[in-house]
């Protein structure tokens, strides 16, 4: 897995969008890094190695290391632009990272005990597949737990009910108790009780 996150990268001097397309035809993907009050430096990569990396869900929020010209810059990535319909990367952007400031990352929502929850009859509606959260490079967890199976039916949990890492804080909840967002509830099935209940009713006063 560490493979996966140390990529060689060289520098190009040829930008624009003829050069960008030059360098697709030869199976190499343009690419910038950028931050920590540094210039931008234009790249290119490997298509092969970077698709394969890719296909980690890992990869969006760990810290890669780019072996630029031979010398190791750590970052993370920041966006990536795809090929419309064919699985091709277009480009990419790598953001610096210094260990002791914390980087903003969005990390995803793995859900589990969903069958316990379940069981009570309802559904699990996902409201979200990420979260943004704030932390030092070393402490981004590769994802968040959410364990649902406390959840009744038409119940909500939300963010602030979601337990984060030990130095990881969520970015909406640092705006105040209103981005207190919805992260999964437990809805009653369609064709539940109450509506069964309401059908009986109607039955009873047309009698």
Same mark, same amino acid.
Do not use: W
């Given at each position: 897995? $560490?493979d996966?996150?140390?990529?060689?990268?060289?520098?190009?001097?040829?930008?624009?969008?003829?050069?960008?397309?030059?360098?697709?035809?030869a199976?190499?993907?343009?690419?910038?890094?950028?931050?920590?009050?540094?210039? +931008?430096?234009?790249? $290119?990569? !490997?298509?092969?190695?970077?698709?394969?990396?890719?296909?980690?869900? !890992?990869?969006?929020?760990? /810290?890669?290391?780019l072996?630029?010209?031979?010398?190791?810059?750590?970052? @993370?990535i920041?966006?990536?632009?795809?090929?419309?319909?064919?699985?091709?990367?277009?480009?990419?952007?790598?953001?610096?990272?210094?260990? &002791?400031?914390?980087?903003? /990352?969005?990390?995803? /929502?793995?859900? =589990?005990?969903?069958?316990?929850?379940?069981?009570?009859?309802?559904?699990?509606?996902?409201h979200?597949? %990420?979260? /943004?959260?704030?932390?030092? +490079?070393?402490?981004? +967890?590769?994802?968040?737990?959410?364990?649902?199976?406390?959840?009744?039916?038409?119940? &909500?949990?939300? @963010?602030?009910?979601?337990?984060?890492?030990?130095?990881? $804080?969520?970015?909406?909840?640092?705006?105040?108790?209103?981005?207190?967002?919805?992260?999964? =509830?437990?809805?009653?099935?369609?064709?539940?009780?109450?509506?069964? %209940?309401?059908?009986?009713? %109607?039955?009873?006063?047309?009698?």
């Open positions: 897995m $560490t996966l996150f140390t990529l060689d990268a060289e520098v190009r001097t040829d930008t624009g969008k003829g050069a960008s397309r030059r360098l697709r035809h199976n190499k993907v343009p690419a910038i890094l950028y931050g920590e009050g540094q210039e +931008p430096v234009s790249l $290119t990569l !490997a298509h092969n190695k970077v698709f394969r990396a890719q296909q980690e869900e !890992a990869f969006y929020s760990h /810290v890669l290391t072996n630029v010209d031979g010398k190791p810059v750590e970052c @993370l920041k966006d990536m632009q795809r090929h419309p319909f064919k699985d091709l990367i277009m480009h990419l952007d790598f953001l610096r990272v210094d260990a &002791t400031h914390a980087v903003h /990352v969005n990390v995803p /929502v793995h859900f =589990t005990n969903e069958d316990v929850a379940e069981k009570k009859g309802g559904k699990i509606s996902h979200v597949n %990420e979260i /943004v959260v704030s932390c030092l +490079p070393a402490d981004i +967890p590769e994802f968040i737990e959410v364990d649902v199976a406390g959840l009744e039916v038409g119940q &909500t949990l939300h @963010l602030s009910d979601v337990a984060l890492p030990k130095g990881v $804080t969520s970015d909406e909840l640092a705006k105040g108790e209103s981005h207190d967002q919805a992260v999964a =509830t437990l809805n009653a099935p369609k064709g539940s009780s109450d509506d069964s %209940e309401e059908a009986e009713a %109607e039955a009873e006063t047309t009698e």
